[in-house]
């Protein structure tokens, strides 16, 4: 009976850490993005005297974006700035006791994220129904409920990933690395 619910949670964890990786990956095209966008605003600013209108705006909007978006993936991979000093030794001499902590900083993290979840869903509502924007009317808007709904979504998304780790007791994920297989030589 315990068999088919951990291969469920095997299966949603799995789920879970594909879609981490996959905001990670639209984050970091984003990144791209910026750095295009800002490159043009130097050389049209510098050469044609005519800049990008809004650039600040985009910088501002898309660096939240980036966070939120690459966060999942820094949850998974267990990147977050935090000291571990206190574990690692503890995990020496105690492991029980050091996995245990560990998981309950995993629920207490998950708690938060569920915090922040239910703080911003309301917002994205209220932006989304008002269709509020931010930026210079004229020169560069844009509406602030896609933001807020990245907020939501990445919150939840760590938040399903600090649950599976304290549910799990996983301490590590290893990194997707691309390896070559046989057949590719063919």
Not at 83 to 112: C, H, M, W, Y
């Amino acid at each position: 009976m315990l068999r088919p619910i951990l291969s469920g949670v095997r299966a949603f964890s799995k789920l879970a850490n594909w879609v981490a990786m996959g905001a990670n990956a639209v984050g970091t095209l984003i990144v791209l993005a910026l750095i295009m966008a800002v490159n043009y605003d130097v050389v049209a600013r510098g050469l044609f005297n005519a800049p990008f209108r809004g650039a600040v705006e985009v910088v501002q909007f898309s660096m939240v974006l980036i966070v939120f978006l690459q966060l999942p993936d820094v949850v998974r991979m267990n990147r977050l700035t935090r000291s571990d000093g206190f574990l690692t030794i503890l995990q020496a001499t105690r492991p029980k006791l050091a996995e245990s902590i560990r998981r309950i900083i995993n629920f207490a993290s998950a708690v938060f994220m569920t915090l922040v979840a239910y703080a911003i869903w309301p917002e994205f509502l209220e932006m989304y129904e008002t269709q509020d924007y931010f930026g210079v009317p004229g020169i560069f808007t844009a509406p602030w409920w896609p933001l807020k709904l990245a907020i939501f979504l990445s919150a939840a998304l760590c938040l399903i990933l600090f649950a599976l780790k304290a549910l799990t007791g996983e301490r590590s994920t290893d990194p997707v690395r691309y390896t070559k297989q046989p057949e590719d030589n063919a």
